[in-house]
Each structure stands twice: as structure tokens, then as C-alpha cells.
């Protein structure tokens, strides 16, 4: 069974550009969450979709954001990039999202570095 | 607000000898715990979690966790660590308790360093 599937691995962009980071979830997942880790700030909740829906969001600027594909498939977006968005960003699926019990399984997370 | 202290960002150990990570937590609810385990240049692991009935978890590679609702706690402990067991390690509570969300909140980390 496959795991959770992040692509590309490692990017490099310079300032004022922007990006996409893909994720495919475990098969039968619906539900994916995205996080941030630096060494700074830890790690830091973005968003979750489930069945293409935002479900929550995290206390991030307009420049992250995210969706959800019908297959489950994620991607997030960081626009006008900065500095500070150097990261490993890491998703996470899990079968529903109906309750805080649920386990969560990551990836092996893109790091981002920003020139 | 739900949140997350691991007072100990480093903690350097021998091998096959004891060590205790501490995690506390605050919470307004009944709260799920987890910990889970980071390698280098990998995503996290889930190491065990808490969910109800006993307060002693174990993990398949030794670990164990006590949840203490009295002190807020949920410490992990291993009574003999391996050079293999060097990672970086996350205690997690979740803010979906009672709700729809799988929305975690992480501790700073605690890097284990074994050392032979």
C-alpha cells in the first residue's frame, strides 16, 4: 500500500515567485492536511480539505492556498514568495475527518527554499 | 485554545540506558494525545497516541506513554534506547476532540541523541 506521495521533494525559488506543492493522499483517504515546519515556528497547521472542502484553516496569509481534486489529490499554493516561506511543507491524509481521533499519516514533506 | 509544551529541546543519552520525554498539554476539553517521531529528512511517524480507556499506551518498538490528567502530562519513556531510536520527537493533541477535524497542535520537538 502505498504511502503518502509529496511532490516535487526540494525547489528552490527566488523571491516574488510562487509555487505549487502536490500531495496524493493513501488510497481511500478523503481527508488532507498541510503543515509547515521551520526551525523557527515549529510546525504549523495550514489547511485540511475533505471531499474538496476546506474544513479549517490555519493563521496563514492570503498567499497559502489549497484545494482538494475529487480523487483526493492536493495541492497548495504560495504566491509573491518570501524568505520566511523557506520550509519543509508537510501533508498529511487520513481516512475521514469527522473526528479528532483519527490518525494521521505524513509524507515525507517538499522543502521549499527561497533565494 | 488547545496547546503543547515540551520543555526539552535536546536531550542527549547512552545507549541501552533510560530516558524519559516530557510533553504537557492544556486543554478546556477531554483532549486525544499523540506522539510521533521525525528522521532525518523524513515526515513524521505516529509513535503511539491516546485516545481513552488505559492510561498506558505502548508502541511497537518499546516506547510508552502515561496520560496524567491530573498533571496534564503525557510523557513518553523508554527503558533502554538504541543508537536506531536518535530522532527528533513531537508530542501532538488534537483539536478535533468532540469535533470534525483532524487539526493537530505540535509541541516544539525534543531531539533524542543517543549516544554509544
Known amino acids: 500500500k502505498a504511502g503518502v506521495t509529496q511532490t516535487p521533494r526540494y525547489l528552490i525559488k527566488t523571491r516574488g515567485q510562487q509555487v505549487t506543492l502536490s500531495c496524493s493522499p493513501i488510497s481511500g483517504h478523503r481527508s488532507v492536511s498541510w503543515y509547515q515546519q521551520t526551525p523557527g515556528q515549529g510546525l504549523q497547521f495550514l489547511f485540511e480539505y475533505f471531499s474538496e472542502t476546506q474544513r479549517n484553516k490555519g493563521n496563514f496569509p492570503g498567499r497559502f492556498s489549497g484545494r482538494q481534486f475529487s480523487n483526493s489529490r492536493s495541492e497548495m499554493n504560495v504566491s509573491t514568495l518570501e524568505l520566511g516561506d523557506s520550509a519543509l511543507y508537510l501533508c498529511?491524509?487520513?481516512?475521514?475527518?469527522?473526528?479528532?481521533?483519527?490518525?494521521?499519516?505524513f509524507g515525507a514533506g517538499s522543502r521549499l527554499t527561497v533565494l | 485554545a488547545q496547546s503543547v509544551t515540551q520543555l526539552d529541546s535536546q536531550v542527549p543519552v547512552f545507549e541501552e540506558a533510560p530516558v524519559e520525554l516530557r510533553c504537557n498539554y492544556s486543554s478546556s476539553v477531554s483532549v486525544y494525545l499523540f506522539w510521533y517521531v521525525q528522521y532525518p529528512n523524513q515526515g513524521l511517524q505516529l509513535l503511539l497516541k491516546y485516545l481513552s480507556g488505559s492510561t498506558l499506551v505502548e508502541s511497537i518498538n518499546g516506547f510508552e506513554a502515561e496520560f496524567n490528567k491530573s498533571q496534564t502530562s503525557f510523557h513518553l519513556r523508554k527503558p533502554s534506547v538504541h543508537i536506531s531510536d536518535t530522532a527528533e520527537y513531537f508530542c501532538a493533541v488534537s483539536a478535533g476532540y468532540g469535533g470534525a477535524t483532524n487539526k493537530l497542535i505540535f509541541g516544539t520537538g525534543t531531539l533524542l541523541a543517543v549516544q554509544p
Open positions: 498529511a491524509s487520513s481516512l475521514t475527518a469527522t473526528s479528532g481521533a483519527n490518525v494521521l499519516t
